[in-house]
T-cell receptor, first 114, second 111 residues
Framework: DAEITQSPRHKITETGRQVTLACHQTWNHNNMFWYRQDLGHGLRLIHYSYGVQDTNKGEVSDGYSVSRSNTEDLPLTLESAASSQTSVYFC?????????????FGQGTRLTVV | EDKVVQSPLSLVVHEGDTVTLNCSYEVTNFRSLLWYKQEKKAPTFLFMLTSSGIEKKSGRLSSILDKKELFSILNITATQTGDSAVYLCAVPNNAGNMLTFGGGTRLMVKP
């Protein structure tokens, strides 16, 4: 069955370190998204991509970057981790236009920056 | 800028109660409104609503949309402890390929 997987599921890192969270989907979806979820803020969009070599900034993109070298993967990099980036991160993918209702989410990565 | 507001923020009920969750929205070009249920892990899709007044139903859950007043409600009847979750409402952007989420309603159903 097609799926979307994130790794690691949990990570603790130190302030200032570079961290990369992986997201891999086998739906062959063009659209991929990274969200962070914090109490009181719901899901906020960090970066998104509509296809290979395409990346776009979302609502809370400062301190994060993504790259899209193939359809399946959209890794999220924290260049220099900060305590404010402690959060749960969700990756999602969806089909193209009008398919967004069927967005599929990964299981999440809980990141703690100490 | 698209905006989605959910209420209440949280809700505690007892098994067997009926609950109504609210979602109001402002979008540039309305395409649809979506409801997700999030337990401990990833959000899972519940409903997609596109037309006013047509109820979508799945077991004890139902949802309806009012495009004139720009809101939707999610009803859960005869609640069970397994309904405890965060319920998220979302709307796609103008291009239809990105979602804006509300802050969610945290529902706790006590035995």
């Amino acid at each position: 069955d097609a799926e979307i997987t994130q790794s690691p599921r949990h990570k603790i890192t130190e302030t200032g370190r570079q961290v990369t969270l992986a997201c891999h989907q086998t739906w062959n979806h063009n659209n991929m998204f990274w969200y962070r979820q914090d109490l009181g803020h719901g899901l906020r969009l960090i970066h998104y991509s509509y296809g290979v070599q395409d990346t776009n900034k979302g609502e809370v993109s400062d301190g994060y970057s993504v790259s899209r070298s193939n359809t399946e993967d959209l890794p999220l990099t924290l260049e220099s981790a900060a305590s404010s980036q402690t959060s749960v991160y969700f990756c999602a993918s969806s089909e193209s236009i009008n398919g967004v209702g069927k967005a599929f989410f990964g299981q999440g990565t809980r990141l703690t920056v100490v | 800028e698209d905006k989605v507001v959910q209420s209440p923020l949280s809700l505690v009920v007892h098994e067997g109660d009926t609950v109504t969750l609210n979602c109001s929205y402002e979008v540039t070009n309305f395409r649809s409104l979506l409801w997700y249920k999030q337990e401990k892990k990833a959000p899972t899709f519940l409903f997609m609503l596109t037309s006013s007044g047509i109820e979508k139903k799945s077991g004890r859950l139902s949802s309806i949309l009012d495009k004139k007043e720009l809101f939707s409600i999610l009803n859960i009847t005869a609640t069970q402890t397994g309904d405890s979750a965060v319920y998220l409402c979302a709307v796609p952007n103008n291009a239809g390929n990105m979602l804006t989420f509300g802050g969610g309603t945290r529902l706790m159903v006590k035995p």
